[in-house]
């Protein structure tokens, strides 16, 4: 499967929820879910209420909308919670939220998940100093991410961190925005995870 290039709009209008997925545009009035919050295509209004396979199937594609990932990916994660002692379905979310793309959104320093991962697959993020260009790559307690000083005046970037300001960071990460910088403070926690997600639907559709 190759990565979504379409309108990302009809992802948050499938799932019925806003997914993020377009920065600004999903804190206005112009996003798709305040104007019609219908499933695209024809015949949708049409489908009938789904049960059973079809909500476990659903919240996984959310879930997977939600964090950029492929199936591929999101199996590998999910096999990799299921390994690890504790309840799997709140483990996956944390291994999830602990990707190097997603901390960058959170910290502000983008506006949507698809733009930080970008800045991190062109090297402009460093972790401990070090230049990490892999978007999964999990981080840790302790851990200072970055951007490149060159980023500084990217008006992107700038831009990203004035309108993430009102929505504030999670308590797992702490931001330092006059140098550019946060920190890990602690594992993320299912608390810290704020989308509508029903994660114990995803671990029966992967357990059958």
Not at 57 to 67: A, M, N, S, W
Not at 113 to 137: E, I, M, T, Y
Request: proline residues 4%; glycine residues 8%.
């Amino acid at each position: 499967m190759a990565r979504y290039h379409a309108a990302v709009c009809r992802l948050c209008r499938r799932e019925g929820i806003k997914l993020f997925l377009k920065g600004d545009r999903c804190f206005k009035e112009k996003c798709a879910i305040e104007k019609r919050n219908t499933p695209p295509g024809q015949h949708a209004r049409r489908r009938g209420k789904m049960k059973g396979y079809g909500l476990q199937l659903r919240e996984k594609q959310k879930v997977k909308r939600i964090y950029g990932v492929l199936e591929k990916q999101f199996r590998g994660y999910f096999q990799e919670a299921d390994r690890i002692r504790g309840v799997t379905g709140e483990t996956l979310l944390c291994l999830l939220e602990k990707r190097l793309d997603n901390v960058v959104f959170r910290l502000g320093f983008a506006n949507s998940r698809s733009q930080a991962r970008q800045w991190v697959s062109h090297g402009h993020v460093l972790v401990n100093s070090h230049r990490v260009d892999v978007p999964n790559f999990q981080v840790k307690p302790g851990d200072e991410v970055r951007t490149d000083a060159h980023m500084s005046k990217n008006p992107f970037l700038t831009a990203s961190i004035e309108s993430s300001k009102g929505r504030g960071v999670p308590e797992w990460l702490e931001l330092d925005g006059e140098n550019l910088k946060g920190r890990v403070i602690r594992e993320p926690q299912r608390t810290d995870v704020t989308y509508p997600i029903e994660e114990q639907l995803i671990v029966e559709l992967y357990s059958k």
